[in-house]
């Protein structure tokens, strides 16, 4: 078995968080860390945004897609079909 | 579409029709002493609530009494339902096994479950999977969400960290298998389904075996390889699985022994070219975790000599924003996707600390297996 490693982004993020406080309680320059912070803060942003759009499309699939209106020989046909021999019709 | 056509007569008119016939799904269940949960395997293979052509046990290497224990369930659900086989001087472990089994399968069936003996399915798993088959007609393998089995009432409140730990990090997993919904980076063996045309497919790549017995990750490789013969490899949320996980750090089947190989199995097929063009994303996610590694390690030392210096850290900042927002998002993501909460791992989770400590472990194991890749290219399991 191998299971995926935690996503790279979700990783990245929270230590950006955590780096740039080293900004504050060492005094290290903040020129050096805010790249670093400011790609954990984008991934973050984009990290999220792949679950929503992920959420949102699996989401879409599973629903029953409403009934569509046939048209009245469509309706025939499948009448046609279902009373026949009763067989299903995918 | 996954329905074969069945040919019949209508009484009314005589005529010839087609009628859908059900897609027939073959499991093939690779153990190796499983005397201890082989049974609760096999219950919840046979509880399906889509029913299965039958089952094919392949004892592999089998020293306690996993046979008979399957000889067992051979009389409670039928020989026909249950069928067995014995490999002979297989050196390929589970690889070897699967392939033996692949070999025997007598029927046709259109998908084929692949799973792990130590695996709890849920009853809909084959039902689900059959239903994403239909939709996507050129997927052709499916994975599982993965859930850690429960822990035992016995257990030590060490190994209730670990298991901790990792059922965290299979929820968190979960959530990052929603966002990579397009495709899977891999298809962990534990509970895989495929379509038989895309194994037969894989086969052609090497002389009629389908798991390649020279990988320590067989799954990764297979999953590439279905990649490159042109199918599609996703997962499911709705195809649920609990697996045993490891609730010990060292030792044979310890933790640091799992992810080792897991990691520098995964670092060996990164380096053949053969399959390059399917694994930039894991290169990708190697360099973010080495970057990781080293800010980690920057981090935890700055403020470590700060403390030993009888300096203060002053935890009031608008930096802090950033590891708040981030706490919240992977709290948010672990109730969602994780199952088996309780409030201890809510505070992990939400204090980030002991799941970073966990992140910064598989990291550190990550560059010494690439160190091992490198240095040790004929390792065995």
Known sequence: ?90 | MARTSVKATSKRTGKSRTRAAKPRVVALLPAHNEQDIIETTIDTLMDQSYPLEYVLVIADNCTDDTVKIVQRCQKKYGANRLKLTRTVGNKHKKAGALNHGFKRLRSKPEFIFGMDADTILDRNIIKAGIKQFDREPQTGGICSAYRALPLKEDAKHWERFLWRLQNIEFGLANAWRVENYKSARVLPGVSVMFRTQALKDISKLHRGTVWATDSLVEDYRLTLEMKEVGWGVKSSLQMISWSDVPLKIRGKGGLFDQRQRWYSGTVDEIRRKDLRKHTHYETFTISLLALNLIMRALLYGTYGLILLTGGIIQWVSFFLLLPVAAAIIQFSRWVKYADQRDKWQGLMTIFLLPNELYAMFREMVYVYSIWLSYRRPDRAW
């Open chain 1, 1 to 90: 078995m191998q299971i995926p490693q935690m996503s790279p982004t979700a990783a990245v993020l929270r230590v950006s968080g955590l780096d740039a406080t080293l900004h504050e309680v060492a005094g290290v320059n903040w020129h050096v860390l805010l790249p670093y912070t400011a790609l954990g803060g984008g991934l973050m942003v984009y990290s999220q945004v792949r679950l929503l759009r992920g959420q949102h499309v699996l989401k879409r699939q599973l629903v029953a897609q409403p009934a569509k209106k046939r048209s009245r020989r469509g309706r025939f046909l499948l009448f046609r079909l279902r009373s026949d021999v009763g067989v299903v019709v995918n």
